[in-house]
């Protein structure tokens, strides 16, 4: 952006009582020179400064509501998540993380999480409250064989790549959904390990009973639906392929 000055001869004459033609010498001329040269950087402003790169695997509020905080700081749509960090929703109070453009999950009300998304892994610690998954690109984690993990007090969960719903019911207790696709599964110890695979919702829930002991079963469809996950989907532009109802 260049500013037009409308200055008369006489305002652009630099040395006083010497007539227009005779003060637009070669110093005059620099000067104006420099005076154009150095008026564009004010003018550019912050919207002429080089915008910061964002890696694929780097996490960034895509939408929001509510009270949603990132170690003890509000959060505002565009901000990014610093890998390690804890994300804490209040009541009536959700948010959207994209990564990679095409994987986004949801953490909704009354729910802390720690998010770190890094080089070739993800991983995700839910210590209370619900999220929502739609991982379609984990080769933006920028690895052959990227890593996608999501723990919770009472289990792990291992993910290619799929649309799947987590809920923390308890310290002992946590819910599982693979709406749609496969989920490596173990419990906290590390055991009872097996594939969770849903093509219209396939739920498991995993107990730690009071000998140390966990108890896998399957409870249901609850906590979500179809229009949730979809609603999910619609917010990176994607499809659920759903298949045969499992409930």
């Known amino acids: 952006m260049y500013f037009i000055l409308p200055l008369s001869a006489k305002e652009v004459a630099l040395f006083p009582g010497l007539p227009y033609n005779k003060a637009m010498n070669s110093k005059t001329i620099v000067l104006l020179g420099l005076l154009v040269w150095v008026i564009p950087g004010f003018a550019g402003g912050e919207g002429e400064r080089e915008k910061k790169t964002v890696q694929g695997y780097t996490g960034v509020v895509h939408y929001l509501e509510g009270n949603v905080s990132m170690n003890g700081e509000t959060l505002s749509i565009g901000d990014t998540v610093d890998p390690g960090a804890t994300l ?39 210590d209370r409250g619900t999220m929502a998954f739609l991982l379609t690109r984990l080769s933006a984690l920028d690895a052959e064989e990227p890593e996608f993990l999501v723990n919770t ?33 173990e419990d906290a110890a590390g055991g009872n390990i097996q594939e969770l695979t849903g093509y219209h919702h396939k739920a498991l829930r995993i107990k730690k009973a009071g000998d140390g002991s966990f ?27 759903w298949g045969r109802l499992e409930y």
């Not at 209040?90 to 729910?111: M, P, Q």
């Not at 996950?229 to 994607?238: R, T, V």
């Open 88 to 126: 804490t929703t209040g009541e009536d109070s959700y948010c959207e993380i994209v990564f990679g453009g095409k994987n986004v999950f949801r953490i909704l009300e009354s729910t802390v999480a720690v998010i770190d998304l890094g080089k070739g892994r993800g991983a995700i610690q839910v």
């Open 215 to 241: 108890e896998f079963s399957d409870p249901g469809l609850l906590y979500h639906d179809d229009d949730d996950m979809n609603n999910l989907a619609h917010s990176i532009d994607e499809t659920i392929p």
């Open 153 to 185: 007090p009472s289990a792990a969960f291992g993910v290619r790549g799929t649309a799947f719903f987590i809920a923390v019911e308890s310290a002992v207790s946590s819910y599982v959904c693979a709406c749609n696709g496969s989920l490596h599964v």
